[in-house]
């Protein structure tokens, strides 16, 4: 297996377990994205984890938020915040609303809502 299918099975894995935790949520939007992510966070985007708003950054729109779970996963995956916070989907107080928010998510470039408003 390479390591960009390797890569793609961690987020299906960690999207399915934070839907299934929270009993809700739209699991096919959420992992039609998981190829694309992760093509774009494994081998294609430059960012840096350390520094989220550089200015060298590439930065991804995630046009239809529901996918929102699995961005998230990629996102913890690659060490933006802790995977025990992705347990906290849309509850309150959380910092993983449904949909992306930049001004909550660690590493999201750009807040978005339901289909196409990226």
């Known amino acids: 297996m390479e390591k960009?299918?390797?890569?793609?099975?961690?987020?299906?894995?960690?999207?399915?377990?934070?839907?299934?935790?929270?009993?809700?949520?739209?699991?096919?939007?959420?992992?039609?994205t998981v190829e694309t992510l992760a093509v774009l966070y494994?081998?294609?985007?430059?960012?840096?984890?350390?520094?989220?708003?550089?200015?060298?950054?590439?930065?991804?729109?995630?046009?239809?938020?529901?996918?929102g779970p699995s961005y998230y996963a990629t996102l913890s995956l690659k060490g933006f915040f802790a995977d025990e916070e992705l347990f906290t989907l849309n509850q309150n107080g959380t910092n993983l609303p449904s949909h992306p928010d930049r001004l909550r998510v660690r590493g999201v470039d750009v807040t978005t809502g339901s289909l196409g408003q990226g």
Request: aromatic share 10%.
């Open 4 to 32: 960009i299918d390797i890569f793609a099975t961690e987020i299906r894995l960690k999207t399915s377990q934070m839907l299934r935790h929270v009993g809700y949520g739209h699991l096919g939007a959420a992992l039609s």
């Open 42 to 67: 494994d081998e294609v985007m430059r960012y840096d984890v350390n520094d989220p708003e550089s200015m060298e950054r590439d930065w991804f729109v995630l046009s239809k938020g529901h996918g």
